[in-house]
């Protein structure tokens, strides 16, 4: 079956980096659009990076220029690079892959989404 698994989160303070990791299996990994999300104390959860099959990039704005998405099709692994946390990017972060196979167009929405990880906890202080 379809596994997601979130590794990397801890507690950094302001200014700090930290790396989120995604262990994908039992899917053709390869194919998939993936996704990172983010629940932050009173909002709801948000899309943060995208990532197509090849490698193409989409962020929101809140991150981008801070964060970094990538992936290793060989190992089934997908990455975040977070740099420059600040105290609002603390929140529960999540792994998420598209329905259905191919290039993402954008972020992805969450009504596109057929799988979650259970989420890492990232808590940035000031």
């Known amino acids: 079956q379809v596994q997601l698994v979130e590794s990397g989160g801890g507690s950094v303070q302001a200014g700090g980096s930290l790396r989120l990791s995604c262990a994908a299996s039992?899917?053709?990994?390869?194919?998939?659009?993936m996704g990172w999300f983010r629940e932050t104390p009173g909002k709801a959860r948000e899309g943060v990076a995208a990532i197509s099959p090849l490698g193409t990039q989409y962020y929101s704005d809140d991150v981008k220029g801070r964060f970094t998405t990538s992936r290793d099709n060989a190992k089934n692994q997908l990455y975040l690079q977070m740099n420059g946390l600040k105290p609002e990017d603390t929140g529960i972060y999540y792994c998420?892959?598209?329905?259905?196979?191919?290039?993402?167009?954008?972020?992805?929405?969450?009504?596109?989404?057929?799988?979650w990880g259970r989420g890492t906890q990232v808590t940035v202080s000031s």
């Open positions: 039992g899917y053709p990994y390869s194919l998939y659009c």
């Open positions: 998420a892959r598209r329905r259905n196979t191919g290039p993402c167009a954008t972020l992805v929405s969450m009504d596109d989404i057929g799988y």
